[in-house]
């Protein structure tokens, strides 16, 4: 079976390995966000990349759910005794390296589908990961204070602000001009199903399908999604804050509608969301809490097992 | 008083420390070798100026006599993993931080001179410190073994191959082009005295001396050096390897007469080196082994009281 996901970070990678776990003979192929990617330091990184990277290597940071675990922060420390900003962005020293290798490659020639290939011959995911495209593109939020009205790197949002200023829009810089990364829209014509993780439907998916081509193809697929709202709340980070920048409701009803019934064909809710439908679309409600890897596994099942009914 | 010193790297900088000891007040201004420099793993690398900035700001290694003290290797570590070449240049992460900001900012456009001035308004060396020359330079050595006759990077020869294999030819590669670093040849013009370390005359001092404008601004000031031999041996290092690629015996009689008397005023010898002589230049006898600060201070000393005597 082949398998196509569309993932963000830390949701989207725990869910990744779950799905590996109820499918381990599917040939699974990973379109990343690289909407969050920034340059810090004069490196680049590609946060949702590495945390998939490193989830389904085994090199992620359990609790924290990003970055590598046995981290140590040398580097960073320097740097802020250079004074050098921001030092808002938690950058391990083990990360540094993953960073260093990525500039070293973008500025040999390398597009970013290769860099990322590289780095996961030494992780071996396990999946085959693809940056949704080479092309540089970064979510920029548009956020208002006391300096003004201007637009900020979505990083400096997230994690800086941690979202307390609204965002009043959130645009995806670059989004005209990028194409699918080689391989993107092949892996999802060849695909048996297409899985949405429950990701960030704005920032992460929402980013993915704004790359001309990628949604089109999704859309001659069967696509199976699972909620990132549960009972009105996120799985978990702040979807919320994203949702209202777009003026959709914080409800796996209304992500369904947002997503529309043009791409998904099948959509798990959590139970207490059984009542959401949508013409054309299977609605099924199972447990959707990634409590830990076995629960995971079971709400992939039950997504690949609503895919299976659907085909 | 104004000093300006020449210095390449470990011994260099131990001198200067001792300098700075003997003459407190003094207003000391260091042009920094920077044919060493290389490019690793994306990252723009000055050992020599980073071995002097380290050394006088208090940051170095003292026993290695280069890298940082309390110094990690994590970064390096997980470069490797990722089978990242070269992996013999040892780079610690308190290091790396030094080479992302260096790169960083000349990434932005400043000159190296610039950012080594932004570097060392954190470690307060308390010297200026500038590099011979903003233009990129490289010393390459032509070395010969199964794999043909080829030119290497110096960091290649020196720290990869412990100067194994002989070296033919050593060539600052850019030499033609590289103009001396703003504030160089003013310094030198505003000197009292300049002071040449015991450094390496061949990869340190003879590569300042052979940016066009750096030697011909030093024969007009009264220039004192301290022989780096004592004895037909190296004060540290492998000079003597320097020395025999560009045909020079290792003595302190030989360095003195590659120098020239047009060059230098003054020399200062190791006790057993008593006999040197050469027209034109004044010879004075002292202990010369750099054993702790307080004999290299008394070297410095000697150094500057010679100074004393021709001016």
Chains 1, 2 share one sequence.
Not at 201 to 214: A, D, R, W
Not at 230 to 256: F, H, K, N
């Amino acid at each position: 079976m082949r398998i196509v996901s569309l993932a963000g970070g830390i949701g989207g990678a725990r869910f990744l390995r779950g799905l590996k776990s109820a499918a381990p003979d599917a040939k699974i192929t990973v379109i990343g966000n690289t909407g969050d990617d920034i340059t810090l330091f004069g490196l680049r990184v590609s946060p949702d990349l590495d945390t998939v990277m490193y989830t389904l290597g085994g090199g992620i940071d359990e609790e924290q759910g990003w970055g590598r675990a046995k981290e140590s922060h040398v580097v960073k420390e320097e740097l802020a005794a250079y004074g050098m900003q921001p030092q808002w962005f938690g950058l391990g020293d083990r990360d540094f390296a993953t960073h260093i290798v990525r500039t070293q490659m973008l500025g040999a020639g390398f597009p970013l589908s290769q860099v990322t290939e590289a780095l996961c011959t030494r992780w071996q995911p396990g999946v085959r990961l693809i940056p949704m495209s080479d092309d540089r593109t970064e979510t920029h939020v548009v956020v208002s204070d006391s300096q003004g009205r201007r637009a900020i790197h979505f990083q400096e949002w997230w994690v800086r602000l941690r979202a307390s200023l609204p965002a009043e829009e959130i645009v995806l810089v670059g989004a005209d001009d990028a194409r699918p990364a080689p391989g993107v829209v092949e892996a999802i014509q060849e695909a048996d199903v297409v899985i949405l993780p429950p990701s960030n439907p704005v920032v992460s998916i929402g980013t993915i399908l704004q790359v001309k081509g990628i949604r089109e193809a999704l859309t001659a697929k069967t696509v199976v999604g699972v909620s990132p709202i549960i009972g009105g709340a996120p799985v978990r980070g702040m979807a919320d804050a994203c949702l209202t920048a777009i003026g959709v409701e914080t409800s796996a009803q209304a992500v369904l509608e947002h997503y529309g019934a043009d791409l998904i064909d099948g959509w798990l809710v959590a139970e207490e969301d059984a009542g959401v439908a949508l013409d054309g679309v299977r609605v099924v409600a199972r447990p959707l809490l990634m409590s830990d890897p076995e629960a995971t596994a079971a709400i992939a099942r039950a997504a690949l097992d609503l895919a299976g009914e659907l085909t």
